[in-house]
Protein backbone atom coordinates (compact mmCIF):
# COMPACT_ATOMS: atom_id res chain seq x y z
CA UNK A 1 0.00 0.00 0.00
CA UNK A 2 2.55 2.34 0.43
CA UNK A 3 4.07 1.50 -2.45
CA UNK A 4 1.43 2.56 -4.22
CA UNK A 5 1.23 5.87 -2.38
CA UNK A 6 4.66 6.44 -3.54
CA UNK A 7 4.00 5.61 -6.95
CA UNK A 8 1.08 8.35 -7.08
CA UNK A 9 3.32 10.75 -5.33
CA UNK A 10 5.91 10.54 -7.92
CA UNK A 11 3.13 10.20 -11.17
CA UNK A 12 2.03 13.53 -9.37
CA UNK A 13 5.60 15.24 -9.01
CA UNK A 14 5.89 13.98 -12.91
CA UNK A 15 2.21 15.75 -13.96
CA UNK A 16 2.97 19.21 -12.24
CA UNK A 17 6.31 18.78 -13.42
CA UNK A 18 6.02 18.14 -17.13
CA UNK A 19 2.53 18.83 -18.40
CA UNK A 20 2.84 22.68 -17.59
CA UNK A 21 6.52 22.95 -19.27
CA UNK A 22 5.04 20.68 -22.12
CA UNK A 23 1.99 23.33 -22.94
CA UNK A 24 4.03 26.23 -21.98
CA UNK A 25 6.68 25.29 -24.85
CA UNK A 26 4.41 24.16 -27.45
CA UNK A 27 2.98 27.69 -27.29
CA UNK A 28 5.74 29.17 -28.66
CA UNK A 29 4.31 29.87 -32.29
CA UNK A 30 7.59 30.31 -35.08
CA UNK A 31 8.49 29.37 -38.39
CA UNK A 32 11.40 29.00 -40.08
CA UNK A 33 12.23 28.92 -44.60
CA UNK A 34 13.41 27.69 -45.92
CA UNK A 35 12.76 24.19 -45.01
CA UNK A 36 16.16 22.68 -47.08
CA UNK A 37 19.24 24.35 -48.77
CA UNK A 38 20.80 22.62 -51.15
CA UNK A 39 24.67 24.70 -52.20
CA UNK A 40 25.82 22.66 -55.42
CA UNK A 41 29.25 22.77 -56.79
CA UNK A 42 31.16 25.09 -54.23
CA UNK A 43 34.43 25.10 -54.42
CA UNK A 44 37.18 24.52 -51.80
CA UNK A 45 38.54 27.64 -51.02
CA UNK A 46 35.63 29.69 -51.82
CA UNK A 47 32.47 30.66 -49.51
CA UNK A 48 28.53 31.40 -50.66
CA UNK A 49 25.49 33.06 -48.11
CA UNK A 50 21.82 32.00 -48.36
CA UNK A 51 19.28 33.43 -45.58
CA UNK A 52 17.12 31.91 -43.29
CA UNK A 53 13.55 33.57 -42.87
CA UNK A 54 12.43 33.39 -38.84
CA UNK A 55 9.01 34.47 -38.08
CA UNK A 56 7.82 35.13 -34.89
CA UNK A 57 3.80 34.37 -35.15
CA UNK A 58 3.89 34.40 -31.18
CA UNK A 59 1.73 37.71 -29.58
CA UNK A 60 5.02 38.64 -27.46
CA UNK A 61 8.45 38.84 -28.43
CA UNK A 62 11.27 36.14 -28.43
CA UNK A 63 14.75 35.46 -28.91
CA UNK A 64 16.04 33.09 -31.33
CA UNK A 65 19.28 31.53 -31.17
CA UNK A 66 21.03 29.55 -34.16
CA UNK A 67 23.17 26.61 -33.94
CA UNK A 68 24.86 23.71 -36.09
CA UNK A 69 23.75 20.18 -35.48
CA UNK A 70 25.03 16.56 -36.76
CA UNK A 71 21.71 14.14 -37.84
CA UNK A 72 22.07 10.93 -36.77
CA UNK A 73 23.19 8.95 -39.54
CA UNK A 74 19.71 7.16 -40.41
CA UNK A 75 18.22 10.53 -40.67
CA UNK A 76 20.61 11.98 -43.59
CA UNK A 77 20.17 11.33 -46.59
CA UNK A 78 21.23 8.79 -48.76
CA UNK A 79 24.70 9.13 -50.13
CA UNK A 80 25.40 12.26 -47.61
CA UNK A 81 28.34 12.11 -45.14
CA UNK A 82 28.28 13.66 -42.01
CA UNK A 83 29.74 17.81 -42.57
CA UNK A 84 33.05 17.85 -41.77
CA UNK A 85 33.38 21.06 -39.55
CA UNK A 86 30.99 23.13 -37.96
CA UNK A 87 33.03 25.86 -37.78
CA UNK A 88 32.87 26.25 -41.68
CA UNK A 89 29.63 27.60 -40.83
CA UNK A 90 28.92 31.39 -39.60
CA UNK A 91 25.18 33.37 -38.47
CA UNK A 92 25.11 37.05 -39.22
CA UNK A 93 24.49 36.96 -35.28
CA UNK A 94 24.34 34.10 -32.85
CA UNK A 95 20.34 35.31 -32.09
CA UNK A 96 17.83 37.90 -32.78
CA UNK A 97 15.20 39.42 -30.53
CA UNK A 98 11.88 39.72 -33.05
CA UNK A 99 9.14 41.57 -32.04
CA UNK A 100 5.55 40.03 -31.79
CA UNK A 101 4.42 38.95 -35.10
CA UNK A 102 7.48 40.18 -36.78
CA UNK A 103 9.86 38.50 -39.18
CA UNK A 104 13.60 38.87 -40.04
CA UNK A 105 16.34 37.83 -41.68
CA UNK A 106 19.51 35.77 -40.85
CA UNK A 107 22.29 35.34 -43.41
CA UNK A 108 24.34 32.17 -43.25
CA UNK A 109 27.69 31.28 -44.64
CA UNK A 110 29.58 28.11 -45.57
CA UNK A 111 33.00 28.51 -46.53
CA UNK A 112 34.97 25.31 -47.52
CA UNK A 113 38.74 25.52 -46.48
CA UNK A 114 40.96 25.38 -49.89
CA UNK A 115 42.15 21.68 -50.22
CA UNK A 116 42.31 19.47 -52.69
CA UNK A 117 40.84 16.60 -50.15
CA UNK A 118 37.59 18.58 -49.95
CA UNK A 119 36.66 18.44 -53.96
CA UNK A 120 34.12 15.81 -54.75
CA UNK A 121 32.45 15.71 -51.59
CA UNK A 122 28.19 15.86 -50.75
CA UNK A 123 27.51 16.67 -47.05
CA UNK A 124 24.82 17.52 -44.75
CA UNK A 125 24.22 19.21 -41.49
CA UNK A 126 21.18 20.79 -40.06
CA UNK A 127 20.85 24.19 -38.81
CA UNK A 128 18.78 24.97 -35.52
CA UNK A 129 16.39 27.75 -34.79
CA UNK A 130 15.53 27.77 -31.33
CA UNK A 131 13.13 30.67 -29.60
CA UNK A 132 15.03 30.86 -26.05
CA UNK A 133 12.55 29.46 -22.89
CA UNK A 134 13.16 29.06 -19.28
CA UNK A 135 10.52 26.00 -19.87
CA UNK A 136 12.58 22.41 -19.56
CA UNK A 137 11.00 21.46 -23.21
CA UNK A 138 12.13 24.13 -26.14
CA UNK A 139 11.26 23.78 -29.45
CA UNK A 140 13.79 23.57 -31.95
CA UNK A 141 13.19 23.70 -35.89
CA UNK A 142 15.81 22.51 -38.39
CA UNK A 143 16.94 22.99 -41.59
CA UNK A 144 18.56 20.78 -43.76
CA UNK A 145 21.76 22.13 -45.68
CA UNK A 146 23.46 19.84 -48.36
CA UNK A 147 26.32 20.81 -49.39
CA UNK A 148 28.25 19.74 -52.62
CA UNK A 149 31.85 20.48 -53.52
CA UNK A 150 33.11 20.26 -57.48
CA UNK A 151 35.06 17.57 -58.10
CA UNK A 152 38.90 17.39 -58.41
CA UNK A 153 39.98 20.19 -61.36
CA UNK A 154 41.15 17.81 -64.36
CA UNK A 155 44.43 18.65 -66.18
CA UNK A 156 42.79 20.54 -69.13
CA UNK A 157 45.20 21.31 -72.81
CA UNK A 158 45.58 24.37 -73.05
CA UNK A 159 46.92 25.16 -76.78
CA UNK A 160 47.64 29.05 -76.72
CA UNK A 161 50.30 27.40 -73.74
CA UNK A 162 51.82 24.73 -76.18
CA UNK A 163 51.92 26.93 -79.04
CA UNK A 164 53.87 29.38 -77.13
CA UNK A 165 56.52 27.23 -76.08
CA UNK A 166 56.92 25.89 -79.43
CA UNK A 167 57.04 29.23 -80.76
CA UNK A 168 60.21 30.05 -78.07
CA UNK A 169 61.76 27.05 -79.09
CA UNK A 170 61.76 27.65 -82.69
CA UNK A 171 63.02 31.22 -82.35
CA UNK A 172 65.63 30.01 -79.52
CA UNK A 173 66.86 27.33 -82.28
CA UNK A 174 66.84 29.43 -85.22
CA UNK A 175 68.97 32.47 -83.16
CA UNK A 176 71.65 29.65 -82.02
CA UNK A 177 71.79 28.90 -85.79
CA UNK A 178 72.36 32.41 -87.09
CA UNK A 179 74.81 33.04 -83.83
CA UNK A 180 76.59 30.14 -84.72
CA UNK A 181 76.62 30.81 -88.64
CA UNK A 182 77.97 34.01 -88.59
CA UNK A 183 80.16 33.04 -85.40
CA UNK A 184 81.94 30.40 -87.84
CA UNK A 185 81.38 32.82 -91.45
CA UNK A 186 83.76 35.60 -89.39
CA UNK A 187 86.53 33.55 -88.58
Given at each position: ?????????????????????????????????????????????????FELT????????????????????????????????????????????????????????????????????????????????????????????????????????????????????????????????RKTK??
Amino acid sequence: MVGHIKLAGLIAIFLVVFFPSLTLAQDVNFGVSPAEVRINDLPPGEATEFELTIRNKDEIAHVFTFATFQPPEEERREGRAEFPDDSWISFSSPGIELAANSQANVTVTVAIPQEQKWAGEHWETWLGVAAESSDLLAIRLYVRLLVSTNPAAEARFNAGLVAGIVVGIVLLGYGSYYYFRRKTKSE
